[in-house]
């Protein structure tokens, strides 16, 4: 079975400073695992996807994940938080040549000037 | 521009009164999903579909109903809503039914049953 476990649901960070929302998953095969980012009132959009390449996997607008088999996380980290960063994070886990797609709760950054 | 889009954006009606959401892709995707958004519990996946007249129950499918005629088109059903089905709605596509590849988005659709 999938499962999708993000560890806070609410997180504030000053602008300029790191970020880190943190989500550990469950899986029974090998995964593919998405971060995604959804602001007020939009969809859904792709910040960064592992698909059993490098485990470091870079996204857009300064995002990053780690992939960490050992310890089933794929915690997602900026090194500086910007004003437009603010808005609820998804991780998302799946399996290769199966159909469903797992959510976890999301994660609602807040940033402070 | 590639995009997937939902209509209507809003919706406020009445228990029981049957009503479609539409959601159209421009990408020539393969797999098509419904998704529901509540607080505190992330996007929970109705239906989805693996390519044209190929529909499968996700984890929330009661009370729900899909088709797909066109690979375009993946319009999602409420046949008697209820007020437990207020929530917002998001379609979403993908390239292939294989898990690796991510989900393009609709800005979501929120119904409210009265």
């Known amino acids: 079975a999938q499962s999708v476990t993000q560890l806070d649901s609410h997180v504030s960070v000053s602008e300029g400073t790191p970020v880190l929302l943190r989500c550990n998953y469950s899986s029974s095969y090998s995964p593919s695992l998405f971060w995604y980012v959804q602001h007020p009132n939009k969809g859904l959009q792709l910040l960064l996807k592992?698909?059993?390449?490098?485990?470091l996997v870079k996204g857009i607008n300064g995002f990053e994940a780690e992939f960490k088999k050992s310890e089933t996380s794929f915690h997602l980290t900026k090194p500086s938080a910007h004003m437009s960063d603010a808005a609820e994070y998804f991780c998302v886990v799946s399996v290769r040549n199966f159909n469903k797609f797992y959510f976890g709760s999301g994660t609602k950054l807040n940033v402070k000037p | 521009e590639a995009q997937v889009t939902q209509n209507p954006r809003y919706l406020i009606t009445v228990t029981g009164k049957k009503l479609t959401v539409t959601c159209s892709q421009n990408m020539n995707h393969e797999y098509m999903s419904w998704y529901r958004q509540d607080p505190g519990l992330g996007l929970r996946q109705i239906y989805y579909?693996?390519?044209?007249?190929?529909?499968d129950k996700g984890d929330v499918p009661e009370g729900y109903k899909v088709s797909r005629k066109e690979k375009r088109n993946f319009p999602l059903i409420l046949e008697s809503p209820s007020p437990n089905q207020t929530s917002l709605y998001f379609c979403?596509?993908?390239?292939?039914?294989?898990?690796?590849?991510?989900?393009?988005f609709g800005d979501g659709t929120r119904l409210s049953i009265l």
């Open positions: 979403a596509s993908s390239l292939s039914r294989r898990g690796e590849q991510p989900q393009h």
């Open positions: 579909s693996m390519n044209v007249e190929v529909t």
């Open positions: 592992y698909t059993s390449a490098a485990t």
